[in-house]
C-alpha cells in the first residue's frame, strides 16, 4: 500500500494539476491514496514577487474547490487546505468551513516561501490555532530561502506541543541532514520524502526512526508521469522508493514511511473507504 502525503491540485500560472491527472498518476504508478492541497493559495510566483492582482485567489475561496474536489473521491483523495499566511487569515470563516467538511479534511498546508511568512512568526498563530481546535497536522514547505527553513518550524512546533508539524522536503536541495536532527529532536515534528534522496531518508531512518518520515511526491508537478521521470527524462526519485528502497529498509521500516505513518498522523482508514 502506498499513501502519499504531498501532491497538489489547481491552475496557476503554466501549471494545470487536475484532479484527473492526479487520479490517472496514482493509478498508473500504484498508489492508493493522495493528500492534496492546491496550488492556487501562492502568494509570491518567484522571491518578493506577488502573483498579480488577477491571479489571487482568497483562502476561502480556494479551499472551497479543495474540497469539492476531494469530495468527489473521497476513496483515493483527501484535503489539505493551504493557508495564505501573508495576508488576512479568515479564522472564522474557516472554522465554520472545517467543522462542516472535517470528514473530508485531513491537515492544513503551509508554504513559508510562497506566503514569505516565517513559521514561527506570530501571524502563523491563527492557524496552529485551527490546527489544535481539530486536531489538524500543519504541512509545511521547507528550504529554498531563509524564511522556510526547518530550523523555524522546528521553534514552531517546539512551542506548539499538541500540534504535529511536517517538514515537507527536509530543507530542499540541503542534503537534509540539519532538518532530520532536528525533527529527531521533537515528538512533534514529521518530515516527508518529497525530491528526498533515499541516502538521506536511510539517515533518517537511522536518526529518528522510521516512524517520523512520510513518502511524498509532489505529483503531478511533473505531469501525469512524474513519478516515473522529470522534466528533464531523469528517472524519478519516487522509482527508487517503489523499487530500491524496499531492500534497504526493514519491512516495518518500508511500511511505516510509505503508508503506515500516513494513516496514523492524518487518521487515514482506507479498509474504511
Not at 177 to 186: F, H, S, V
Request: aromatic letters at 10%; hydrophobic letters at 40%.
Amino acid at each position: 500500500m502506498i499513501i502519499d502525503s504531498h501532491a497538489h491540485i489547481g491552475n496557476m500560472v503554466v501549471l494545470n494539476l487536475s484532479v484527473g491527472k492526479v487520479l490517472r498518476s496514482m493509478e498508473r504508478y500504484g498508489v492508493d491514496f493522495s493528500l492534496v492541497s492546491s496550488i492556487e493559495s501562492t502568494e509570491y510566483y518567484k522571491p518578493h514577487k506577488r502573483l498579480p492582482f488577477f491571479l489571487r485567489r482568497s483562502t476561502l475561496r480556494v479551499c472551497k474547490k479543495t474540497v469539492r474536489a476531494v469530495r468527489r473521491h473521497p476513496d483515493k483523495l483527501g484535503a489539505l487546505l493551504w493557508i495564505q499566511t501573508g495576508r488576512k487569515i479568515p479564522v472564522e470563516r474557516l472554522s465554520r468551513f472545517i467543522e462542516k467538511n472535517r470528514r473530508y479534511i485531513y491537515g492544513i498546508k503551509i508554504h513559508p516561501y510562497r506566503s514569505e511568512v516565517a513559521p514561527d512568526d506570530p501571524r502563523m498563530e491563527p492557524v496552529y490555532a485551527l490546527a489544535k481546535r481539530f486536531g489538524l497536522p500543519v504541512a509545511a514547505h521547507t528550504g529554498d530561502m531563509a524564511c522556510a527553513q526547518t530550523a523555524l518550524l522546528f521553534n514552531a512546533a517546539k512551542a506548539h506541543p499538541d500540534v504535529k508539524f511536517i517538514a515537507v522536503h527536509m530543507d530542499l536541495e540541503s542534503g537534509n541532514k540539519e532538518a532530520i536532527d532536528l525533527i529527531a529532536q521533537l515528538p512533534n515534528l514529521y518530515g516527508d520524502t518529497t525530491w528526498v534522496p533515499v541516502k538521506s531518508t536511510l539517515y533518517a531512518v537511522q536518526t529518528c526512526g522510521s516512524q517520523k518520515i512520510l513518502f511524498g511526491t509532489d505529483n503531478p508537478i511533473d505531469g501525469e508521469t512524474h513519478m516515473e521521470f522529470n522534466r528533464a527524462g531523469q528517472r524519478s526519485l519516487c522509482q527508487e522508493y517503489f523499487h530500491e528502497f524496499r531492500d534497504m529498509v526493514s519491512r516495518e521500516d518500508y511500511d511505516n514511511i510509505m503508508y503506515k505513518n500516513a494513516e496514523r498522523l492524518f487518521g487515514i482508514t482506507l479498509s474504511d473507504k
